[in-house]
């Protein structure tokens, strides 16, 4: 696995399982996605999706993954502004 960064935003993580990140969020907290913690902060919830976690439930190293929709996220985020 990369060294990369290890946590995954849920939006990425998302699209890695083919699932909505409402679907995520709501699997999180209630404990039956095993990619990480969910916890809650005053209002809301705090997500950390381990990227570690995250290839360990899809049977695969998703980091190549991960990183090049982190930058391709990036670099949408770059050309709105």
């Known amino acids: 696995m990369r060294d990369i960064c290890t946590r995954v935003p849920v939006a990425i993580a ?3 399982l083919g699932f909505d990140p409402q679907f995520v ?9 095993p990619i990480g913690d969910a916890f809650k ?3 809301k919830y705090v997500y950390i999706i381990q990227i570690s976690l995250l290839s360990a439930y899809c049977g695969e190293d998703v980091s190549d993954r991960v ?11 770059l050309r709105s502004t």
Not at 25 to 33: D, F, K, S
Request: glycine fraction near 8%.
């Open 14 to 16: 998302a699209q890695i």
């Open 25 to 33: 969020r709501v699997a999180m907290q209630q404990g039956t996605l």
């Open 41 to 43: 902060s005053g209002q």
């Open 67 to 77: 990183a090049y929709l982190m930058q391709q996220k990036y670099m949408r985020k």
